[in-house]
């Protein structure tokens, strides 16, 4: 029953990844989100290498390197604030479509009058 449990809640699905808080509705899993920028569980599984920079990082951070500050972070998150807000250009399928869409609405239209 308890293992039932577990994969009800979701632990059984994170692999080897640590939960550090709540998330959205309780739920373990991770979500880039700008309104909401503290997913529930780490980007990346545990490995050696982040457990030991994990273990630097309680030390002093002015004798961590930049490039061990951003592995930390990209171990916690996927994508930066700046990188959630960058355009995707997914407004220029949408306008294609839905400007095809009338094309194609506007010459059924003038068949049907026609025939």
Known sequence: MLKHI?????????GNRDVVGFGINGEYSYIDRVDYP????????????????????KGDWKKMTLEEKKALYRHSFCLTFSEQRAP????????????????????????????
Do not use: Q
């Open 88 to 115: 995707t250009g997914d407004w220029k399928y949408m306008i294609g479509g839905t400007l095809a869409f009338a094309g194609l609405m506007l010459w059924a239209f003038y068949l049907l009058k026609k025939f």
């Open 6 to 14: 577990a994969a009800f809640h979701g632990r059984s699905r994170i």
């Open 38 to 57: 503290m997913p529930a569980i780490r980007f990346r599984e545990n490995t050696a290498e982040s457990k030991a920079l994990r273990e630097k990082e």
